[in-house]
Every structure is written in C-alpha cells, then in structure tokens.
C-alpha cells in the first residue's frame, strides 16, 4: 500500500558494509514489523515493535538490527553485511484493534557482493 | 517453534482449470489469513478465517479453514491469467504471545498458462 514506503527500493553494498532501510507509514498504526523473503522460504519475521518502546526478535535476528524511531517510522540495519542476506526486504504495518491484517511496503531488494 | 507448511509449491495450469494450495500449521491457529503477491509485487491481504470450519467465499476464490484450526485451503475456479502470483497463508498460534505475530507459509507459485 503507498501508506507504507520503504527506502531505498534496491541497494547494492558490499561485504562488510553498513546499510540501513528505512520505512515510514501513515497507516498510523503502532505495530510494526521486518521479513525477509527468499525464494522457497516465504516470508520470515527479522523483528518486530509493538511500539515505540517495544522491540523484539523474530525467528532469523542474528546479523540485523533495528531501530523505532516514532510510531511512524522502524529502520532495518544490517551492521556488517554478509552475501547472505541478499535477499527482498518487506516492512509492515498492523492494527491491534483491526483484525491483525498485515499492509506490506514495496520492498527492498537488496544485493551484497 | 510454530511451522506453517504450505503446498504445492509450484502450480501451473492452463487458463480455466482450477487451483487449490493447502496450508497446514503444526500448531492450533487463532486465525487463518491469505495473502497474494503479484509478479514483482508485495503481499496483499486477502481475506481472514477465524472459526473453526469457516468457509468464505470472494468470486472465484474459496477459502476454507479446519476443523481443527491447523489448516486451510485455497480453491480457484476456472483460472485466469490475472490469477498469476505467489498465494501465501500466515496465522499467529493460538494463545500465549502470539498476537499480531504471524508465521508465513512457504507460498504456492501459481502461473496461468492463456
């Protein structure tokens, strides 16, 4: 949904390197969340916010940070990539009082050389 | 911790024939959601099971949650070529801290031959 954007939409990096991706919402939702997909594994949950001051980890953490800014915005680092975590990044929002619908941003596709 | 099994993982089918993915959890689902990708796109929310035995209808599209709340279906009648996309399920597990954390199947790959 465009109420969810994700910047930037593709990165190439190289081994080692820090990156950050970044996404925004207007859904003004509190909950918030990263995957990763990969093809033949679905979507896998890096870590997620519940809100501003709540942070956890989801199934595939190790090598990734995170950041909540404000409710409208949860940054992805990756502190030192590695070539495997090439891969399409999503952001999504939720609504605790909705029926937990996910709205997904465009993704980020990124390469690690 | 939770899986979610979805199959088959490819699909390919000639324009008009049907499709179905079936969706099995190893754990009791408080709800069952589907969501479509399209070719370059993100997941798009399809629609929400939340009873035991529920059946919902969009168009073509039928959904169907267990008996049991550990697995779900989708069903496509007469496919057409706007059909292409990758289906996934996803449901939190029942209980505990789950809410409004999903577990994703692995996706069913659909492709519409006209």
């Known amino acids: 949904d465009a109420d969810v954007t994700q910047t930037p939409r593709n990165r190439i990096t190289k081994t080692g390197k820090r990156i950050m991706l970044e996404c925004s919402q207007t859904?003004?939702?509190?909950?918030m969340y990263w995957y990763r997909q990969d093809p033949g594994l679905g979507l896998r949950l890096i870590y997620y916010s519940f809100d501003v001051k709540d942070i956890n980890k989801g199934e595939i953490s190790d090598g990734y940070s995170v950041s909540r800014q404000a409710q409208a915005k949860f940054s992805l680092s990756l502190e030192s990539a590695i070539p495997n975590q090439t891969a399409l990044y999503f952001c999504?929002?939720?609504?605790?009082?909705?029926?937990?619908?996910?709205?997904f941003g465009p993704g980020t596709r990124l390469l690690v050389l | 911790g939770q899986q979610v099994m979805q199959i088959p993982q490819y699909q390919h089918v000639q324009e008009g024939e049907d499709f179905t993915t079936y969706c099995n959890s190893s754990t009791t689902l408080s709800n069952i959601q589907w969501y479509k990708q399209r070719p370059g796109g993100h997941p798009v929310f399809l629609i929400q099971?939340?009873?035991?035995?529920e059946v919902k209808k969009q168009k073509r599209l039928t959904f169907q949650f267990g008996e049991a709340k550990k697995n779900s279906s989708l069903h496509i009648t007469a496919t057409q070529t706007t059909d292409v996309g990758t289906y996934f399920c996803?449901?939190?597990?029942?209980?505990?801290?789950?809410?409004?954390?999903?577990?994703f199947g692995q996706g069913t790959i659909l492709t519409v031959h006209p």
């Open positions: 999504a929002t939720s609504d605790p009082w909705g029926a937990e619908t996910q709205y």
């Open positions: 099971l939340v009873k035991s035995g």
């Open positions: 996803a449901g939190p597990r029942a209980g505990g801290t789950s809410y409004g954390k999903l577990t």
């Open positions: 859904k003004g939702h509190d909950r």
